[in-house]
């Protein structure tokens, strides 16, 4: 019998919780569960993750993100580590390793996040490419981590304000990467149409 189940690209993603007491035992980190959750119920793709618990030192933290990177991850999401507080070095670990920025991931991300709380205005998330990888900072709350992966959606499930997820795809579609599909339930991944494969392609 013949299996005609569409198949997707597999893809290697990298999770990175930055977290001074997580990654010291003080507390449970939550970061890494939420990435993983969310996108396994996102993608329709076969993942292979890279989990990374490290503490807010901007070198360690650049160098995860090179090692992730340059060892074939299409896509890294951070969480954690994106405030004004001392000890928040995210964005400049990220932008450290970056050959191009990607600033309007960091602007919709403090677009949705303002529906929510004002201090959203704080938040300094910022997104950038490294060779053929994707690397975005997210929040560091597991809520507000799905807010803006997702966006902002009406009682009958209708989107009012797109999540940064639906741009990935294609971001990483023109960088050089796998073909990602997503379950729309959860993200619908917005393409042109001249380049959208047939499912399973």
């Known amino acids: 019998m013949t299996d005609n189940t569409p198949t997707c690209e597999p893809v290697k993603i990298g999770i990175v919780s930055i977290s001074d007491r997580a990654s010291s035992g003080v507390y449970e980190d939550k970061g890494l569960p ?28 650049s160098a995860t ?3 992730l990177a340059d060892e ?16 928040d070095v995210t964005p400049e670990a990220t932008l450290a ?22 201090t959203a205005i704080l ?40 999540g940064i997820f639906a741009a990935v795809p294609y971001c990483i579609d023109l960088i050089g990467g796998p073909y990602l599909e997503t379950h729309d339930s959860v993200c619908k991944a917005f393409r ?7 499912q399973g392609t």
């Open 34 to 61: 939420a990435l993983q959750d969310w996108l396994a119920r996102a993608l329709k793709n076969p993942i292979s993750f890279e989990p990374r618990l490290i503490p807010d030192e901007q070198d360690s933290i």
């Open 65 to 67: 993100l090179i090692a």
């Open 72 to 87: 074939g991850c299409s896509l890294v999401l951070t969480t954690g580590g994106t405030g004004p507080a001392p000890r």
């Open 97 to 118: 390793v970056a050959h191009k920025e990607m600033p309007g991931f960091g602007e919709q991300m403090r677009r949705i996040s303002q529906h929510f709380v004002p």
């Open 123 to 162: 938040s300094r998330q910022v997104a950038v490419v490294r060779g053929q990888c994707l690397i975005i900072n997210l929040p560091g709350q597991p809520k507000a981590i799905a807010e803006t992966l997702e966006g902002l959606k009406d009682s009958d499930g209708q989107q009012l304000v797109p």
């Open 192 to 198: 042109p149409k001249s380049a959208v494969r047939p």
